[in-house]
């Protein structure tokens, strides 16, 4: 069984730099083939699934002195992020296909998106915080890289910011897990359990998870992050970059340390800030992605504030809105990109009346966004809910007030954004077209998806739930 | 009979709208058919159940008690009502629908909005009921926006206003949960004795209110007058967001909360209420389009039903309630008037209309009907509704009950201007070319105006049947018969009368029967503040709009101030560091000499202190 662990993770890491050389003999093998990797780390994560359910997660360990031992471990958390991220990553990838299709560099575009998600692979499975480290600058890497895909100038600038903010962030959690290190004596997370750290060193991984999360005040790279195609910024938002820092989270102070009681209210009033301020910047900006890329760093907010109230419904609600919002914010960014693709502009003041010449790509962008906003029957409500009962049961209930707020304004700039881009008349010369065939079936079945988690919610809230009770000390 | 019965008036109206939205556009037939005999099944799978205590659950659903549970019972028999009104409008719309753009859009969003409204109330569980109701917020956006795309600012705005109401609701629920531990609603019963609690109910009664209507969260209701398809007023403000907005009021006072008549929040919510009945009623009397003026009638009349349960006294809950059955069906039947006058006449413009009483004949004795029902003329179905809701003020406070006359006053004035400009007076040039309405339109009128003639003359079948059975061992004695409190009865009749003479003093001050309401309007205190009112200056949906400009603006500014930090500050920092880094090597031997001698000591000093410490 542990074997599947270190195929999900090789696979797609290994197999990356073959895609290159493929690529030389066929582009479409290649493209296959990239998606094919993802996929067998998709098909190997939900058939560890079954042990992990029944208790008996499959662990594989080596042992080394000093502390240095590392292994793999597929728990529920650990599955249910790799299954989404490479769910969602392997989507991607099949729209890519038909997007790239005249662009340079796909050769390198596909070695990165495929070592991204392999990065993803081996963050969340592994048990050793130094391998946790390794592989969160394997993303960063790769993120630079794909940012600047079109490699103009201020593609490159955008690029360079995301990576020397998020290079920044992770330093500073290294100078954590170093302080954890002189404390335990060990890298290794299974040692760690229950293990109490003081509030710097808390403060320190903060530092790194909030700049991978893109959390106040270290989000600003995110919204410039859009000048990337959009199956990249798709990836980033949806996938595997903004919850790497959201799992590190769960992972580290959810499943391993013990951190002071006093976290419990100052991540939630971070998240709360980020989440205003965020959905503030979304009410004022016309480039569609930007929109769309300022929500996500409200969302955030709203998974760290479930994740950090130490209640297990918020708790569930939190890791509920990773799935939810990775579906929806995945398709969301998806539509922009048919949107840009085909009307070569992101500006949503020039846009106009595109629900008649693009109806799939605009109710997949409303079915989407209304996940987004957390309207019933979609999943969002769910998980929103969730989020906020379980804060106000966690005593929080102002802060819940606050983040009904952010909720409203969500609502109103995506609805904005809708009402701009698809409804009204249209103000461009050209007719723009539906996106490709692949393209239109991605986005739909990001759609439908969102759709089907709200109807059959009993399915993914009884993964988180237990997720959650294998939280020791939330007392469920 | 099995309980999972119970999900056939949902699921029945749901698949209808799959049938609907998957029938080719141009088959209008097939769709007709299967929105008629889909609504008409959930129709008949609520008269079979109604009257029984049913209840239905699923071993699990969302988990932490968010449990799949419906249960019908007294309060929720209301699904019947609700079953009735969306049949009656789809049949309504068969013909009023016919060649307009999105057709098939309307049928299958009220089908799946009856589904919807029917789930709230039904459902046992709050979040199960929180996903019903905001599961309506959606298709209150594609009926609105199936009015074409001049609609789209009036469904955003109706969106808007409606979730910023549901969102208050979610908080009640997250704050009811917390105090009670419970989602269940046959368990939940909180004493109004804390902060908490007190929070929960203002927060469940906004989401509750908002969805009847009430102000300040009614704004988008005139528009929606003008912009929607006219079945959609008649179906969603007229009838069933009024029966889930005060099914919930009804379900807080009566069950959720132990609400104490006479104590600070009941009184809130009848000032609420009073406030709703007295403004809407007059930018009602001062409207020059018969749908408008019929649309803030909508928001006037929840006035009523919400300062009667707002009392949480029987008679005022007794009341309430009725006046919510009564005021859906003339409200839906005057709705119906006007869509036959819009489609026939070409216009709802009262300024060009006049006379239509001798060309439409049927649909006239129903609009008398219905608008002799809402102002409360005796033997009518309103009327009885509201004389329990003035006893009931009257009970509480003289205040409340004079607000609620001067609201009938009104009430009677403006149908009076109304019928007079409408369908008698000399008939215009618009009137001359109409015909009445084809019999699909005229069923549903019909059949609304004789329920309004039965439900006042034999109040005892509403009442005994559908209205007293809610409030369970609250109810002492029966509120059916005739009023008894004669003395309220007697005001309002000669309200009604007074009203008259206003009218006739009305016409002959400006001449027209346009006119009528002229004195009230211009009104020395009353006319700036009506202008204000008209011109949406006093509209919370701007004002909330232009504060959410500023927030946002400073927000955003806050954003562009971190940015600024890593983009130019940071930046700079780096870079000047660099440049004095860079200027230190000057290229001249004796400089380097320099700083291996300054190092060496720096270094030697920090040995020493390393080894003192």
């Given at each position: 069984m542990s074997g599947l662990i270190l195929l999900a993770i090789l696979a797609p890491v290994v197999g990356a730099f073959i895609l290159p050389p493929v690529g030389k003999l066929s582009r479409r093998l290649r493209d296959l083939l990239a998606l094919a990797l993802v996929l067998v780390a998709f098909i190997c994560s939900a058939s560890l699934l079954p042990s992990a359910l029944a208790g008996e997660p499959a662990y594989l360990q080596v042992v080394l002195p000093l502390g240095m031992s590392f292994g793999f471990l597929a728990d529920g958390l650990a599955i249910f992020m790799a299954m989404i991220s490479s769910f969602i990553g392997g989507i991607i990838v099949l729209?890519?296909?038909?997007?790239?299709?005249?662009?340079?560099?796909?050769?390198?575009?596909?070695?990165?998106?495929?070592?991204?998600?392999?990065?993803?692979?081996?963050?969340?499975?592994?048990?050793?915080?130094?391998?946790?480290?390794?592989?969160?600058?394997?993303?960063?890497?790769?993120?630079?890289?794909?940012?600047?895909?079109?490699?103009?100038?201020?593609?490159?600038?955008?690029?360079?910011?995301?990576?020397?903010?998020?290079?920044?962030?992770?330093?500073?959690?290294?100078?954590?897990?170093?302080?954890?290190?002189?404390?335990?004596?060990?890298?290794?997370?299974?040692?760690?359990?229950?293990?109490?750290?003081?509030?710097?060193?808390?403060?320190?991984?903060?530092?790194?998870?909030?700049?991978?999360?893109?959390?106040?005040?270290?989000?600003?790279?995110?919204?410039?992050?859009?000048?990337?195609?959009?199956?990249?910024?798709?990836?980033?938002?949806?996938?595997?970059?903004?919850?790497?820092?959201?799992?590190?989270?769960?992972?580290?102070?959810?499943f391993g340390f013990a951190i002071p009681e006093v976290w419990s209210t100052v991540v939630p009033v971070i998240a709360a800030i980020s989440a205003l301020v965020a959905a503030g910047a979304a009410m004022r900006a016309n480039d569609l992605k930007r929109i769309i890329a300022y929500s996500t760093v409200s969302q955030i907010g709203f998974i760290f504030l479930g994740l950090a109230t130490g209640n297990p419904l918020s708790a569930a609600g939190g890791l509920l809105y990773i799935l939810m919002h990775g579906l929806a914010k995945g398709g969301l960014f998806l539509c922009a990109g048919i949107v840009e693709h085909n009307a070569h502009t992101k500006d949503i003041r020039e846009l106009g009346g595109l629900i008649k010449t693009m109806p799939i790509t605009a109710v997949s962008f409303l079915v989407c966004g209304l996940s987004v906003m957390g309207l019933p029957p979609l999943g969002g409500f769910f998980s929103k809910f969730m989020v906020i009962s379980g804060s106000v049961t966690a005593e929080h209930p102002w802060i819940a007030a606050v983040f009904i707020v952010g909720t409203l304004m969500t609502i109103i700039y995506l609805m904005r954004a809708f009402c701009a881009v698809f409804l009204g008349t249209p103000k461009l010369g050209i007719v723009v077209r539906e996106g490709s065939k692949t393209m239109v079936a991605s986005v739909l079945g990001l759609a439908a998806l969102s759709l089907v988690a709200g109807l059959l919610i009993f399915y993914p809230s009884l993964f988180v739930q237990e997720i959650v009770a294998q939280i020791g000390w939330l007392g469920l | 009979m099995s309980d999972s019965i119970l999900i056939l008036p949902i699921l029945l109206p749901l698949v209808g709208s799959l049938l609907v939205f998957v029938t080719p556009s141009q088959n209008r037939i097939l769709r007709s058919a299967f929105a008629l005999l889909f609504s008409g099944a959930a129709l008949v799978t609520t008269i079979i159940t109604f009257g029984k205590q049913l209840s239905f659950s699923t071993a699990s659903w969302a988990g932490f008690g968010m449990d799949f549970q419906l249960k019908l019972d007294g309060l929720s028999g209301f699904i019947m009502v609700v079953a009735g009104f969306t049949f009656l409008a789809l049949l309504y719309s068969v013909a009023f629908m016919q060649g307009r753009e999105r057709e098939r859009q309307f049928f299958g969003f009220v089908l799946l909005g009856s589904a919807f409204v029917t789930g709230s109330m039904l459902a046992n569980n709050l979040v199960l009921m929180l996903f019903f109701w905001e599961g309506l917020l959606a298709v209150l956006f594609a009926l609105i926006m199936s009015g074409g795309a001049k609609a789209t600012p009036t469904a955003t705005k109706a969106l808007v206003i409606s979730v910023t109401a549901d969102f208050c609701l979610i908080l009640g629920v997250g704050v009811v949960f917390w105090q009670s531990g419970s989602l269940n609603m046959s368990v939940i019963n909180l004493p109004l004795d804390n902060f908490w609690n007190g929070f929960a109910y203002v927060m469940m009664m906004?989401?509750?209110?908002?969805?009847?209507?009430?102000?300040?969260?009614?704004?988008?209701?005139?528009?929606?007058?003008?912009?929607?398809?006219?079945?959609?007023?008649?179906?969603?403000?007229?009838?069933?967001?009024?029966?889930?907005?005060?099914?919930?009021?009804?379900?807080?006072?009566?069950?959720?909360?132990?609400?104490?008549?006479?104590?600070?929040?009941?009184?809130?919510?009848?000032?609420?209420?009073?406030?709703?009945?007295?403004?809407?009623?007059?930018?009602?009397?001062?409207?020059?389009?018969?749908?408008?003026?019929?649309?803030?009638?909508?928001?006037?009349?929840?006035?009523?039903?919400?300062?009667?349960?707002?009392?949480?006294?029987?008679?005022?809950?007794?009341?309430?309630?009725?006046?919510?059955?009564?005021?859906?069906?003339?409200?839906?039947?005057?709705?119906?008037?006007?869509?036959?006058?819009?489609?026939?006449?070409?216009?709802?413009?009262?300024?060009?209309?006049?006379?239509?009483?001798?060309?439409?004949?049927?649909?006239?004795?129903?609009?008398?009907?219905?608008?002799?029902?809402?102002?409360?003329?005796?033997?009518?179905?309103?009327?009885?509704?509201?004389?329990?809701?003035?006893?009931?003020?009257?009970?509480?406070?003289?205040?409340?009950?004079?607000?609620?006359?001067?609201?009938?006053?009104?009430?009677?004035?403006?149908?009076?201007?109304?019928?007079?400009?409408?369908?008698?007076?000399?008939m215009t040039q618009v009137a001359q070319k109409a015909k009445e309405a084809p019999w699909p339109m005229l069923v549903p009128l019909v059949v609304l105006a004789f329920f309004c003639v039965l439900f006042g003359v034999y109040n005892p079948l509403p009442l005994h049947g559908l209205v007293e059975p809610t409030l369970g061992s609250a109810l002492t004695h029966s509120f059916a018969g005739l009023p008894h409190n004669w003395l309220v009865a007697g005001i309002s009749v000669a309200v009604l009368l007074l009203a008259v003479a206003n009218h006739y003093y009305g016409v002959k001050r400006s001449g027209s029967a346009l006119g009528s309401s002229d004195h009230i309007h211009y009104a020395p205190v009353l006319k700036p503040v009506l202008a204000a009112a008209e011109a949406g200056k006093t509209d919370p949906y701007n004002l909330a709009g232009a504060v959410m400009d500023v927030f946002a603006l400073v927000l955003a500014t806050i954003d562009k101030a971190i940015d600024w930090f890593y983009m130019k500050l940071v930046t700079g920092i780096a870079a000047a560091l660099g440049r004095g880094l860079e200027n230190a090597h000057t290229e001249k031997p004796w400089h380097y000499v320099l700083w291996v001698l300054v190092g060496g000591v720096a270094v030697t000093v920090l040995f020493f202190v390393g080894i003192g410490g």
């Open positions: 729209y890519s296909i038909s997007y790239l299709d005249n662009s340079e560099h796909t050769h390198e575009y596909y070695l990165m998106v495929t070592l991204f998600l392999g990065a993803m692979m081996g963050l969340v499975y592994s048990t050793n915080i130094l391998f946790i480290y390794i592989f969160w600058e394997i993303s960063a890497i790769s993120c630079w890289r794909l940012i600047g895909f079109y490699r103009e100038p201020d593609n490159i600038l955008r690029a360079d910011k995301a990576f020397l903010t998020t290079v920044f962030g992770a330093f500073v959690m290294l100078i954590g897990f170093l302080l954890i290190y002189s404390q335990t004596g060990t890298f290794d997370l299974m040692e760690m359990q229950g293990v109490s750290i003081s509030n710097a060193t808390v403060l320190l991984i903060l530092v790194g998870i909030f700049s991978k999360s893109a959390t106040l005040p270290l989000h600003t790279w995110l919204p410039d992050a859009g000048v990337a195609p959009a199956p990249v910024t798709s990836l980033l938002h949806a996938a595997v970059l903004v919850k790497i820092g959201v799992y590190a989270y769960a992972r580290l102070f959810l | 906004i989401g509750a209110v908002a969805r009847a209507g009430a102000m300040p969260f009614h704004t988008w209701i005139p528009d929606a007058a003008v912009d929607a398809p006219l079945p959609f007023m008649a179906f969603l403000p007229a009838a069933l967001d009024k029966l889930a907005g005060i099914y919930l009021l009804a379900r807080l006072n009566l069950q959720l909360f132990q609400m104490l008549p006479g104590s600070g929040l009941s009184l809130t919510v009848m000032t609420l209420g009073c406030c709703t009945i007295i403004f809407a009623v007059l930018m009602a009397l001062i409207q020059k389009d018969y749908k408008r003026l019929l649309s803030y009638h909508a928001i006037s009349q929840v006035g009523y039903m919400i300062l009667g349960i707002g009392t949480a006294l029987p008679i005022g809950i007794v009341g309430g309630l009725f006046h919510m059955v009564n005021h859906a069906l003339y409200k839906s039947c005057l709705f119906y008037s006007a869509g036959a006058v819009e489609r026939q006449a070409g216009t709802t413009d009262l300024s060009q209309l006049g006379g239509l009483g001798r060309k439409m004949p049927v649909t006239f004795i129903c609009f008398l009907l219905a608008a002799a029902a809402i102002s409360g003329v005796p033997p009518l179905n309103g009327f009885f509704s509201k004389e329990l809701v003035f006893d009931a003020a009257l009970q509480i406070n003289v205040v409340f009950y004079i607000v609620a006359a001067l609201g009938a006053f009104f009430t009677m004035a403006s149908f009076l201007k109304l019928a007079h400009v409408a369908w008698f007076g000399k």
